[in-house]
């Protein structure tokens, strides 16, 4: 176990607040894509931390940890979506997951490359960033999707010719997948985490760090006394 995890199991405030600072953005960002909305982006990002920060022993490393955080980001997030719509993430006929008919997604005219992913389909939205932007495997994002990784390589392919085709044009701009990429993920440091968020968590910091800091407090001054004795 790290150092970092070692003292957020301890209850220390410090190691607990740093684990949500290093992570928050991803969790945040991973969620507002996949959702598509503000709200429940923060709502999941609250459950998370809650979840994880009562649990930091479970992480041998803070790696560890924000590895775990994006699972449970996305699994929040897909237990959401299936409430909403059970069929969201059935397999297209003959399993051709080519978008035929741009015009049928929705455009809520912004040229943003959040807003592009955003008019994905749901099951092209989570192929999509699982992969490349939750820095899911090829088997983590199968298993995530409930996919065999023969079909996950079919969807991985086209969701390429997507991206090249359709959100370019959404942009405005000549876009490679590549670059796409590249820009959805750079997009992340503008996805500001609501400061509601911040301070739901910081309860929850202090819920946990406040009994271990007055445990502490307690064994220093039995030492103390003892001591004196």
């Known amino acids: 176990m790290s150092d970092i995890t070692h003292q957020a199991a301890k209850g220390n405030r ?7 600072r290093n992570n928050k953005q991803k969790v945040y960002y991973i969620s507002l894509l996949l959702t ?20 930091a022993e479970a992480a041998a490393s803070e790696e560890e940890f924000s590895r775990t955080a994006a699972v449970k980001t996305a699994e929040y997030c897909r237990k959401r979506q299936l409430k909403k719509d059970p069929r969201s993430f059935r397999l297209p006929q ?18 943003t490359s959040v807003a592009a992913i955003k008019s994905l389909p749901v099951l092209h939205r989570y192929i999509f ?10 088997e983590q994002t199968a298993d995530m999707l409930k996919f065999d990784i023969k079909t996950l390589t079919l969807a991985l392919k086209a969701e ?17 997948y590549s670059d796409f990429i590249e820009e959805i993920n750079s997009a992340e440091k503008e996805a500001g985490v609501p400061q509601d968020a911040d301070g739901f968590v ?3 910091i202090d819920s946990i760090a406040s009994p271990a800091e007055k445990k502490r407090k307690r064994k220093a001054a039995v030492i103390s ?5």
């Open 14 to 20: 410090k190691a607990l607040e740093l684990l949500y």
């Open 36 to 55: 598509g909305s503000e709200n429940e982006a923060q709502e999941i990002l609250k459950q998370v931390f809650k979840d994880m920060l009562r649990s």
């Open 94 to 111: 003959k399993q051709n997951f080519l978008i035929t008919d741009e015009t049928a997604l929705p455009d809520s005219g912004e040229k």
């Open 129 to 138: 960033v699982l992969r490349n932007v939750a820095g899911f495997s090829p």
């Open 160 to 176: 390429e010719q997507n991206i090249s085709r359709i959100i370019g044009k959404r942009l405005g701009i000549d876009l490679t």
């Open 202 to 204: 910081s309860e929850i």
């Open 225 to 229: 006394a003892a001591a004196v004795v």
